[in-house]
């Protein structure tokens, strides 16, 4: 399937050719969506805490007499009815962490960018030369303002140009990432993607194309198979 091919300064130059078996693959929302959440709850720290009342400082004195007072029996101000007091069921430090297999981490991964490819929101960038790069920020907003993308971008870059991953630090539109960190809920979280050539290159032949080499060698396999049991 062909995407279009811009340049540095947002100018459609020609197109580019992503195999068939990418942009074919069928898009699993309750996969990515999974995805996402397990992506979203491995970033919380989980350190919240409250303390109950043994952890309350204070509270040795008994605050009145046990009887006479007309009140209900306290033994201690740091009860939790009180001012000050422990928290009761309070949050206490713990694990959100949630783990997805490689496959379905790859699976969601190759059903994002096949969704992005076929609905036209996907850009292959013409890898940078020393005169041609973002240089600065204004560059990378110049960019966004040729192509008339107003929604938050993912820029995915090979990972060697630290100077054009820098320029975008400042942009609240629009997030760079490294072909070799590039994931799901990224993808899912952004309405464009923009791709340098060595960046989409990289991607498909280190991760998509383990998927695919799979589906390609279990076709073979069964071919055999039936041609053993014909014989």
């Known amino acids: 399937m062909k995407v279009k091919l811009i340049d540095h300064k947002g100018t459609i130059i020609g197109d580019h050719n992503i195999d068939n078996s990418i942009s ?21 720290q989980g350190t919240h805490k409250t303390k109950t009342r043994s952890e309350v400082r204070g509270g040795g004195r008994k605050p009145f007499a046990q009887k006479g007072t007309g009140r209900a029996r306290s033994g201690s101000i740091r009860n939790p009815i009180n001012r000050g007091g422990g928290i009761i069921f309070g949050p206490s430090p713990r694990s959100y962490k949630k783990s997805l297999n490689k496959k379905m981490k790859l699976n969601a991964l190759l ?16 890898d940078f030369t020393n005169t041609k790069k973002f240089d600065k920020t204004k560059d990378t907003i110049n960019l966004l303002n040729v192509l008339k993308l107003e929604k938050h971008s993912l820029l995915v870059l090979d990972g060697a140009d630290k100077q054009s991953i820098q320029s975008t630090a400042n942009i609240p539109n629009i997030r760079s990432l490294s072909s070799d960190l590039i994931n799901a809920p990224a993808i899912a979280r952004s309405e464009y993607i ?16 383990k998927k695919l080499k799979i589906k390609t060698s279990k076709a073979k396999k069964s071919t055999k198979t039936k041609e053993e049991i014909d014989a």
């Open 24 to 44: 074919s693959y069928p898009l699993n929302l309750p996969l990515i969506h999974q995805n996402v959440v397990a992506f979203n709850a491995n970033q919380r």
């Open 111 to 126: 059903s994002t960018i096949a969704y992005k490819i076929n609905q036209k929101k996907l850009f292959v960038l013409k």
């Open 194 to 209: 923009i791709i340098t050539e060595k960046g989409l290159t990289n991607l498909i032949e280190n991760r998509l194309n």
